[in-house]
Each structure stands twice: as structure tokens, then as C-alpha cells.
């Protein structure tokens, strides 16, 4: 499976999440090249903070692998991740991360913070940005636009 392949079953999250009323941001966790979790921003509709895509993909890969460590997995998300999510990712040992769109107001892997592969921090993981980034910013603008 191709990253920009993984991406657009990412972006399909986002979609979903958009027609829930979520800010349309989507994740799907790869692991031998097979999808084992996807998810949707679901803040709103569960009335819970921590219910970004990433949280809940992260969570759901664990259980498919029955395993809170995510070592050989790959996240791939619609939007650069919150410190939250980013804190997250390391607990779990992701071997990498791709997102799209980066986020200039709350970007944790580099945009505002860099949470990710601190020299002080014991986990590092690859990241990739910008596959797909001006689909995923498109949806998030138009999504916002359409609030306004």
C-alpha cells in the first residue's frame, strides 16, 4: 500500500466526519500494508476531548493487534497532530507517521510545537508531511467556510 494510497482512505474519514458535523479530520493505521483501524474526528458526537482521529485509530489498532505498542504501524492523518495526539504516538511506538495538511495553530510535530523525536524523549519515529496536503486543506476550509 502506497502512502498517498493510505492518505486517501484517511481523507474518506474526513469526508465522513464532515457529514457528522466533526471538523473533517480522518486517520487510518497501517500495519503490513493492511489497513487495521480507521477513524474520524469524533469530539462532538461522543462529548469527548480526546476523541481526535488519531486517538481513536490508535486505539483501535491496539486492540487488532492486541497490543498497546505499535511497533511495524504507520498512522497516517488529514491534519499535522495536536500535542495530545502527538504524546500518544510515542507512547504507542509508531514507527512512523504521514500526515497531510500542516496545522499553523496547533501543529505539534513541527508547526507550533515539536513534540515528536525530542532529543530527550525515548522514542523517534519518521515523519512525513504533505501527501495529499491540498485535498485535506481544502476540506477543512470548505468545511469552515460553510460554518461561517
Not at 482521529?53 to 499535522?80: D, F, H, Q, W
Not at 513541527?110 to 523517534?124: A, C, D, E, K, T
Request: charged share 20%; hydrophobic share 50%; net charge negative.
Amino acid at each position: 500500500m502506497t502512502d498517498a494510497e493510505a492518505m486517501k482512505a484517511a481523507l474518506e474519514q474526513a469526508r465522513l466526519a464532515a457529514e457528522g458535523g466533526e471538523v473533517p479530520i480522518g486517520a487510518v493505521v497501517v500495519y503490513n500494508d493492511v489497513i487495521i483501524a480507521h477513524a474520524q474526528n469524533c469530539v462532538i458526537r461522543h462529548v469527548d476531548p480526546t476523541a481526535h482521529a488519531e486517538m481513536i485509530a490508535l486505539r483501535t489498532a491496539a486492540k487488532a493487534l492486541s497490543n498497546y505498542r505499535l511497533a511495524g504501524c504507520t498512522l497516517y492523518v488529514t491534519l499535522e497532530p495536536c500535542a495530545m495526539c502527538a504524546g500518544a504516538m510515542i507512547h504507542a511506538r509508531l514507527d512512523k507517521l504521514v500526515f497531510a495538511a500542516a496545522d499553523p495553530k496547533a501543529g505539534a510535530c513541527g508547526s507550533v510545537l515539536s513534540v515528536l523525536n525530542h532529543p530527550q524523549l525515548n522514542h523517534q519515529m519518521w515523519v512525513e508531511r504533505g501527501i495529499c496536503a491540498e485535498e485535506s486543506a481544502e476540506l477543512l476550509r470548505g468545511f469552515f467556510r460553510e460554518r461561517r
